[in-house]
């Protein structure tokens, strides 16, 4: 069955139709959508039905992919996963000097406007290129491996290109009208710790997050409720993750997107100003990196146990309709046998250019171990 699947993909490939496969965290099942032309449809209104995938930049067009074919098939992670702890086993490519102060300066520059009051925390990334062996396929086939809890995908359209990628960062899930999001922040290599010690830049860099997205959301749900703020592994990687739930008021996902979207995770705060510095100092174009992509308003039957209501048949169904968004990090875009890699992360006040460059190798490791299949 599965096979199948791999098969469907490999013929849509060579068709240069658009299609996306992907796994949601923590589940077997991979699901391929396939469009029967070649098309580039966009997400208008967020009423669609579809796979969407949105740039970083939030005037930019959100394209989506429709579903003209559903294919899906279990995948079990087999046992030669790739090793997440080793972190001396990645051939990190060499960085230009240059390369290295630019980010830095970056940084430091940033610091610098934070204690000049113009902005609170800001997101700065950077991307790298490194060559690989063999088909995106096979990539992807990697990343289902070895990232069973992020969501796991392959993208592509004749029109945009390819990307891949293994994102721990729910942007959020709305199923009727109840939501759930998170705030995603902090981060420092895993060494086996489940819960390591977190320092106040990693805290504060993180709780900036939970505030914006609580009051984000205050005025559009009832029943907001905040969770205990916990670690949450990310392949290589530890990150400090809050969970926040609440029951939308009225249900408008493109005015909830456009709040969410881009979070102090990915942008800074205040968003507007944070945005602006990204822009005129980043050098390169995110594109997709750190925007966002999922299902919008797929429809799922619901089969629930036998109720009074329901006698003969020993169990009702009930449609509902779920969108499953994700924030996208920890990702590539591949052309021919080139990977350009993005990294990033999040700048206080605290921070230490150099120990921030830091952050953006460890980070990069997601993807160069699964192109190194170390
Ligand atoms: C921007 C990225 O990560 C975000 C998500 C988790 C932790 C982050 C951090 O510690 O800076 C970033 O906010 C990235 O991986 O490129």
Same mark, same amino acid.
């Given at each position: 069955?599965?096979?199948?699947? %791999?098969? !469907?993909?490999?013929?849509?490939?060579?068709?240069?139709?658009?299609?996306?496969?992907?796994?949601?965290?923590?589940?077997?099942?991979?699901?391929?959508?396939?469009?029967?032309?070649?098309?580039?449809?966009?997400?208008?209104?967020?009423?669609?039905?579809?796979?969407?995938?949105?740039?970083?930049?939030?005037?930019?067009?959100?394209?989506?992919?429709?579903?003209?074919?559903?294919?899906?098939?279990?995948?079990?992670?087999?046992?030669?996963?790739?090793? %997440?702890?080793?972190?001396?086993?990645?051939?990190?490519?060499?960085?230009?000097?240059?390369?290295?102060?630019?980010?830095?300066?970056? &940084?430091?520059?940033?610091?610098?406007?934070?204690?000049?009051?113009?902005?609170?925390?800001?997101?700065?990334?950077?991307?790298?290129?490194?060559?690989?062996?063999?088909?995106?396929?096979?990539?992807?086939?990697?990343? %289902?491996?070895?990232?069973?809890?992020?969501?796991?995908?392959?993208?592509?359209?004749?029109?945009?290109?390819?990307?891949?990628?293994?994102?721990?960062? &729910?942007? &959020?899930?709305?199923?009727?009208?109840?939501?759930?999001?998170? *705030?995603?922040?902090?981060?420092?290599?895993?060494?086996?710790?489940?819960?390591?010690?977190?320092?106040?830049?990693?805290?504060?860099?993180?709780?900036?997050?939970?505030?914006?997205?609580?009051?984000?959301?205050?005025?559009?749900?009832?029943?907001?409720?905040?969770?205990?703020?916990?670690?949450?592994?990310?392949?290589?990687?530890?990150?400090?993750?809050?969970?926040?739930?609440?029951?939308?008021?009225?249900?408008?996902?493109?005015?909830?997107?456009? %709040?969410?979207?881009?979070?102090?995770?990915?942008?800074?705060?205040?968003?507007?100003?944070?945005?602006?510095?990204?822009?005129?100092?980043?050098?390169?174009?995110?594109?997709?990196?750190?925007?966002?992509?999922?299902?919008?308003?797929?429809?799922?039957?619901?089969?629930?146990?036998?109720?009074?209501?329901?006698?003969?048949?020993?169990?009702?169904?009930?449609?509902?309709?779920?969108?499953?968004?994700?924030?996208?990090?920890?990702?590539?875009?591949?052309?021919?046998?080139?990977?350009?890699?993005?990294?990033?992360?999040?700048?206080?006040?605290?921070?230490?250019?150099?120990?921030?460059?830091?952050?953006?190798?460890?980070? *990069?490791?997601?993807?160069?171990?699964?192109?190194?299949? !170390?």
């Amino acid at each position: 069955m599965f096979q199948q699947l %791999l098969q !469907r993909i490999e013929e849509q490939l060579l068709q240069e139709k658009p299609l996306v496969v992907y796994r949601k965290p923590s589940q077997k099942m991979v699901k391929g959508i396939f469009q029967s032309d070649s098309k580039i449809h966009y997400c208008i209104d967020f009423k669609e039905t579809g796979f969407v995938f949105a740039p970083f930049n939030e005037k930019g067009e959100v394209i989506l992919i429709p579903i003209d074919e559903l294919v899906q098939s279990q995948f079990e992670p087999s046992e030669h996963s790739i090793s %997440l702890n080793n972190k001396s086993q990645i051939d990190y490519p060499s960085t230009d000097i240059d390369e290295k102060n630019f980010h830095i300066q970056l &940084v430091a520059k940033a610091i610098d406007e934070i204690k000049k009051g113009r902005f609170k925390k800001v997101v700065l990334s950077r991307l790298m290129s490194a060559t690989f062996q063999g088909a995106p396929l096979q990539l992807f086939l990697k990343l %289902l491996n070895t990232y069973t809890e992020a969501f796991c995908y392959m993208w592509y359209h004749p029109k945009v290109g390819l990307w891949l990628g293994a994102t721990p960062e &729910v942007l &959020v899930n709305i199923q009727n009208k109840q939501i759930q999001t998170m *705030s995603l922040a902090g981060t420092q290599p895993y060494t086996g710790d489940p819960d390591p010690d977190w320092k106040k830049k990693e805290r504060e860099e993180q709780s900036m997050v939970t505030n914006y997205i609580t009051n984000a959301l205050k005025s559009l749900v009832t029943n907001l409720y905040i969770s205990e703020t916990e670690s949450l592994r990310a392949g290589s990687l530890m990150h400090l993750r809050t969970k926040i739930t609440g029951r939308l008021k009225v249900l408008d996902i493109k005015k909830l997107v456009k %709040l969410l979207h881009p979070t102090p995770a990915v942008g800074g705060l205040p968003k507007s100003e944070a945005y602006d510095f990204i822009t005129a100092n980043e050098n390169y174009n995110r594109e997709f990196y750190t925007g966002y992509l999922g299902e919008l308003n797929f429809k799922e039957e619901i089969e629930r146990a036998s109720s009074n209501r329901n006698i003969e048949n020993k169990a009702y169904r009930s449609i509902h309709t779920k969108t499953d968004l994700f924030v996208n990090l920890r990702c590539m875009q591949i052309v021919g046998h080139n990977a350009t890699i993005y990294v990033g992360g999040g700048i206080t006040t605290d921070s230490i250019p150099e120990q921030e460059w830091g952050e953006t190798v460890n980070k *990069s490791a997601t993807m160069l171990k699964v192109i190194q299949n !170390r």
